[in-house]
């Protein structure tokens, strides 16, 4: 942590400890911002001794970008007063790696991805937000398969459920809940394993494309999903007897983070943050996408407006999107998972050689050995790509962390013109100062906790 | 047929008796760019026999009514509010497009904040929910060049609309929403950021994911992506942006 300014002091030298050898352990250098110490802990006695000598007791704090506890590189720049904030700031930008501009130079089947990247914890949302906009581009909503929707939703769904428990995870270790941690990221495990059987990939799958799937369920998944579901079942209890009912946890987390509906309202905070304050929005059932106004599950709210009705929200979410993957196991029917369109459908038969995933040989053999038509369709899919008609659409998921949006433009071409994502973390991040002033500083990591922001979505 | 096509036959685009053809998507849209031949290939890799054909391209144009569903009724509304306050309506919205489903009204930039402030206070409108700006830049679109697009959100009514400004590359101003929706601080300095709209009236208007120091605005299509030129397997990959392109 810095105090007050960012920059590192030149010559400075992190000590091992207040007792430690070598040079004073926080050095104080003057700027025209006033005096700047650099603090690396355990040095914070003669920050506070020559802030005592000062005659204003105001500190401004810089808590990150490398904290352990602001989910990443988010930095957040306090004014506090003793142990009060009186005003917090965001500072992003740290992971910015300039996702949209780079899809403006590669075809749209590519733009999976870098989409996937984003929110690197909920890449199937970006992967489904971005594809259902250009779907609606190309016109095929309704041409895509049946199986591909139903696939989509049950790795959405498994998706929530690891992105949920990747926000209860780390938050409660913020609070140092250790054990939480060890529970959530045990079950995040069993998911990431779906994951990979299904994907091939832990992370940044790039398996939803425009059209449909990469390729089908690989055998075996049902089964290893039905097992996941009766373990999840029987783990899902453990947090209730660990975390709902603990008295240490709820008296950090009650009233902490306080944002009610007109808060949320007029930050455009969507999620559960916004469930929270008792309105039961959630883009599945008011403004459903693939399929989802079929589905049975119920969106659960409270009405605390707090740090604590958020972690009860994203319990009961899991348990519905349980309930959900189950629904989706009973429709998966056989047949298509890419369009019928082959002027569309990316010719992805892909199988494991030695290299890594790629073509299967065999399909490569077929195109090149006996059918022409495929050769040149292959080719030029491949290469080229396909054009998308000019215009525009939006198209927005419920990703568990709130709205995610994609704001796709076409000038008919085979790139994208330009792709916006309006992600909720980035969104919901504006909240930390109407959450956090008049506070404490350790209510502040709990209000960032609860906001569950991701900084690969935020920056993107 | 009229004769301005020279000799190597007719243009649709270029005839006037020819509204008629199937895909013409007429005048009335903005035209964005000018595609020349057959794939997009630049750089005379068009061997077809068609690397002279121009086209422009169009993004989709004016609606007429009646638009469908619901969107007469908002579009109904959001007009007699604004006669209510004394504004024309043809003078507040340029042009109401509807495409895929979506709904749009092109507002003239010098009254998007009366028409937000209407869209969100209207009992009948009630767009309670901004979910920020997004920018595009259509270089080709003369004077029209910056475009913001906003999506809003009405969960009263389960409805979702867009409001597209636009404003010259000459002139980047456009008047800030954030005091009607203050969801638009960041937003608008992520688009500021990027593109370079000045949006007058934002209370800080600053570079919110570029170095504050940064020169240029990185999202406009004249801004290189950079990049550099990498080895595979033997083979030099050039950067993505120097790769052949067929848009």
Redesign the interface.
């Known amino acids: 942590m810095t105090a007050p300014h960012a920059h590192p002091s030149p010559g400075h030298h992190p000590s091992t400890g207040p007792s430690g050898p070598g040079p004073s352990s926080a050095s104080a250098r003057e700027t025209t911002e006033g005096t700047v110490y650099t603090v690396t802990g355990g040095d914070w006695d003669e920050v506070v001794a020559a802030a005592a000598k000062a005659d204003d007791e105001r500190i401004i704090v810089n808590m990150g970008p490398q904290h352990p506890s602001t989910h990443g590189v988010l930095r957040l720049i306090l004014e506090i007063d003793g142990e009060t904030v009186t005003e917090a700031r965001c500072g ?2 740290y992971l ?1 790696t ?1 996702i ?3 899809l ?3 075809n749209w089947t590519q733009g999976t991805t870098f989409v996937t990247r984003m929110d690197y914890l909920t890449p199937f949302y970006n992967e489904a937000a971005y594809c259902l906009g250009v779907e ?2 190309l ?1 095929i909503e309704d041409q895509v398969p049946d199986r591909a929707s139903v696939i989509r939703v049950l790795l959405m769904e498994l998706n929530r459920l690891s992105s949920h428990l990747v926000a209860i995870a780390t938050g409660g270790m913020e609070l140092g809940a250790t054990t939480i941690m060890i529970y959530g990221f045990r079950d995040r495990e069993l998911i990431l394993d779906i994951f990979e059987l299904i994907t091939g990939l832990r992370m940044n799958h790039a398996y939803i494309r425009p059209g449909g799937l990469a390729q089908d369920l690989p055998p075996g998944t049902v089964d290893q999903i039905r097992a996941f579901l009766k373990t999840m079942r029987k783990n899902l209890v453990e947090y209730d007897k660990l975390a709902t009912g603990n008295p240490i946890f709820k008296a950090r987390l009650q009233d902490v983070g306080y944002l009610d509906l007109a808060g949320c ?6 999620g559960p943050i916004l469930r929270a304050t008792g ?1 039961p ?1 959630d883009l599945r059932k ?2 459903p996408y693939c399929g989802y106004e079929t589905y049975d599950f119920e969106v659960p709210t409270a009405d605390t407006c707090d740090a604590y009705g958020r972690f009860l929200i994203r319990l009961e979410e899991m348990r519905q999107s349980l309930r959900i993957v189950e629904q989706c196991l009973e429709r998966l029917e056989p047949g298509p998972v890419m369009v019928a369109d082959k002027k569309i459908a990316w010719p992805a038969q892909l199988a494991l050689g030695p290299d890594g995933l790629g073509n299967s040989l065999d399909h490569i053999k077929n195109i090149m050995g006996t059918s022409m038509e495929a050769l040149i369709h292959h080719f030029k899919l491949v ?3 396909f054009r998308v008609p ?5 198209v ?1 998921v419920e990703s568990p962390k709130g ?1 995610l ?1 994609a ?1 796709v ?1 076409s ?5 994208p ?2 792709v ?1 994502f ?1 992600d909720p973390s ?2 919901n ?2 909240a930390v100062a109407a959450m956090c002033e008049g506070g404490q500083v350790a209510d502040v990591i709990v209000a960032v906790a609860s906001i569950d922001p991701v900084m690969g979505g935020v ?1 993107r | 047929m009229t004769d301005a096509n020279g000799s190597n036959g007719v243009n649709p685009d270029q005839d006037l008796n020819a509204e008629n053809l199937p895909g013409h998507r007429g005048d009335q ?1 903005e035209p ?2 000018v ?1 020349r031949g057959m ?2 290939a630049n750089n005379g890799g068009d061997t077809t026999g068609y690397g002279g054909l121009v086209r422009p ?4 144009g004016q609606a007429t009514r009646p638009y469908g569903g619901w969107f007469d009724e908002v579009a109904d509304e959001l007009e007699g509010a604004l006669e209510e306050q004394s504004l024309l309506p043809e003078n507040v919205i340029e042009k109401t497009v509807v ?4 709904l ?1 009204f092109h507002i003239a930039r010098e009254h998007l904040p009366r028409v937000a402030r209407t869209l969100r206070d209207d009992p009948a409108l009630r767009f ?5 700006v ?4 259509f270089p080709g679109d003369k004077g029209r060049e910056l475009h913001a ?1 906003y ?1 809003l ?1 009405s ?1 009263t009514h ?1 409805r ?1 609309i ?1 409001l597209e400004v636009s404003a010259p590359d000459s002139d980047p101003h456009i008047p800030s929403i954030v005091d009607v ?7 608008e300095r ?1 688009t500021y950021d ?1 593109f370079g709209l000045i949006f007058d009236g934002h209370p800080a208007l600053t ?5 504050d120091d940064w020169q240029g605005f ?2 406009r299509k004249d801004y290189p ?1 950079g990049g550099i030129p990498v080895e595979y397997k033997g083979a030099q990959i050039p950067a ?2 120097q ?1 052949r ?3």
Not at chain 1, 390 to 394: H, I
């Open positions: 992003i930008g910015h300039g949209e501009k780079n403006e130079f590669r609606k581009l016109g309202m007029a930050l455009g905070v969507t309105l929005h008011t403004d290469t080229e790509g000019p215009g525009q659409a939006y927005a709205e949006g704001h433009v000038d008919g071409g085979t790139r013109y330009r916006h309006r980035f969104t991040l504006q920056d | 849209g964005i760019r595609q794939f997009g391209v169009r993004l989709p495409d895929r489903g979506q749009t309670e929910l901004c979910t920020g997004s920018g595009v830049h697009v999506h959100r969960i389960s979702m867009r929706y203050p969801t638009n601080d960041w937003h992520e990027f570079r919110i994911m570029m170095p990185p999202q992506l993505p942006d790769r392109s067929y848009s």
